[in-house]
């Protein structure tokens, strides 16, 4: 054998085991292998930014596994409503190239609105009971609370003193006790005023998102036919119906949230888009 016919042979080996090594550091970080990877370096795992419900505990989301700590992996971010209402979450996109948005009930709609702003910005969207807009509109047919069921979510947080209101797993801190009552009103505001339904349909730069909604059958504050409407907007996205009533679904499907939350990293580390 001529010695060019033994080095291109032995250079062809050598590129096969640094594929294969490569490979195998691929499948050891959790990348998506079936497409390539886009020319260049595979962006970063981006943050996870989640966004509270309304009066809800930060207890709410113990059940789910992606907010423990996992290896080097910064924990996620989580944003109360009172920090939502306050613009933290904007402030925080603002300085970030790429995030995954979680939003629960009015950390859906608080979600929604972001996506609306920043659709470059959103690498992987979980919307779980989210809605664009909390109340009803007679005039275009929109299934949302009455002003009535809101005034009784008041009344029932007031008489309970948010004893297991909106997501606090049992023997955690109540929330309510600590919190104050204007911030509470602030939120019943945005409950009330609150529609992105414009933007998101207007939007001309559509997120490039993996995207998975999350709504309960019979819920009875986010109305199911609204996550219909999101999947008109987002055809993309994934829908799991959730037989029942529950609308603190963290409590109750925490592994299906944990499956979107880790496939929006996976795909969003290996820098791909869902086709």
Known sequence: ??????????????????????????????????RPIREGRAPARPPVFVLNGWAASPHAW???????????????RLFSYVEQLDGLPEQALETTDRCILVGWSMGGSSALRLVARFPEKVAGLVLIAATPRMMEDKETGW???????????????????????FGVPEGKPNPYLADDPSNLERGLKYLLDTDVRGELATSHSAPATNIHIFQSEHDGIVRPE??????????????????????????????????????????????????
């Open 226 to 275: 609204n996550a219909a409407w999101l999947k008109t907007v987002f055809p993309q996205a994934s829908v799991t119906m959730v037989p029942g009533t529950e609308h603190a679904l963290p409590i109750f499907i925490p592994e299906k949230i944990d499956e979107a939350v880790d496939t929006c990293i996976r795909l969003a580390a290996a820098g791909q888009d869902p086709a």
């Open 143 to 165: 299934r949302g609370m009455t002003p009535h069921r809101l005034e009784a979510l008041r009344y029932g947080l007031l008489k309970t003193q948010g004893i297991g209101f």
């Open 62 to 76: 113990d059940l789910c596994r992606f907010m423990r700590p996992r290896g080097n992996a910064a924990l996620p």
């Open 1 to 34: 054998m001529a010695d060019g016919d033994y080095e291109r042979g032995r250079g062809r080996e050598l590129g096969a085991i640094a594929a294969e090594l490569k490979r195998l550091a691929a499948a050891r970080e959790g990348r998506n292998l079936l």
